[in-house]
């Protein structure tokens, strides 16, 4: 089966790094998303990465990509309260996005 | 803001009721998709439309009846939906890659969805 894992929660701090990790399983995947949804909202789209980079930087989004572990990353830098949100990571499957299961990023002030 | 946008935001009706989701993008897109998404999960897709044409469906109850006019526009026809069905339903696009085969491999753009409520 198709199950792109994330662990379900994490809570920083206002001014701390966060990183999400996601474990997805196919490794013909062309390119690997990172999707917002903050409550109420649909999924904004946040970054996402071509299967043949290792590293992509956007401001104070760094993603991280090991092929070998079939492991991506998400590392927000500076970590503001507006950024908590569920955060899905994707990938492209056979015939159809797959979405992790989503983590629940909590900042405190 | 959004570039899809979805109507109406929400949506209360009853099971023998009618009603239309309704979709809109101008950013060219010719890949268009239906998701569900029930709370704290991951959306689900449910359709798949290439160039105006259904290319997916994703084992869909024929309560959901989906409907491409034309290129911007994307509608979801429901009708005798049950309780189990009340969710977020989202709509996304995206350029199309696969000549109209299957799911684009290109970022897909949602909407903010309609929640919807059966009684």
């Known amino acids: 089966g198709e199950d792109v894992e994330q662990s379900l929660f994490l809570s920083v701090r206002e001014g701390d790094s966060s990183v999400i990790n996601c474990t997805y399983t196919?490794?013909?995947?062309?390119?690997l998303y990172w999707y917002k949804q903050e409550p109420g909202a649909g999924l904004q789209l946040l970054t996402y990465?071509?299967?043949?980079?290792d590293m992509k930087q956007d401001q104070r989004l760094t993603v991280l990509l090991n092929k070998k572990d079939k492991h991506l990353s998400l590392r927000i830098a500076d970590t503001q309260t507006g950024d908590s949100a569920i955060y899905f990571c994707?990938?492209?499957?056979?015939?159809?996005?797959?979405f992790g299961t989503g983590t629940r990023l909590l900042v405190s002030p | 803001d959004t570039e899809v946008t979805q109507t109406p935001k929400h949506l209360v009706m009853g099971m023998t009721n009618k009603k239309s989701l309704k979709c809109e993008q101008h950013?060219?897109?010719?890949?268009m998709y239906w998701y569900k998404q029930k709370a704290k999960k991951p959306p689900e897709l449910m359709f798949v439309?290439?160039?105006?044409?259904?290319?997916i469906n994703e084992s869909v109850p024929s309560r959901f009846s989906p409907e491409c006019p034309n290129s911007s526009l994307l509608n979801l026809h429901l009708h005798a939906l049950q309780p189990e069905d009340s969710a977020l339903y989202l709509c996304?696009?995206?350029?199309?890659?696969?000549?109209?085969?299957?799911?684009?491999?290109?970022?897909?753009?949602f909407g903010d969805g309609t929640r919807l409520s059966i009684l």
């Open positions: 996304a696009s995206s350029q199309e890659t696969t000549g109209g085969g299957g799911v684009s491999n290109q970022p897909q753009h």
């Open positions: 950013m060219g897109h010719r890949a």
């Open positions: 990465i071509f299967s043949n980079m």
């Open positions: 196919d490794s013909s995947s062309t390119y």
């Open positions: 439309y290439s160039y105006e044409k259904l290319s």
């Open positions: 994707a990938e492209t499957g056979f015939q159809k996005l797959v």
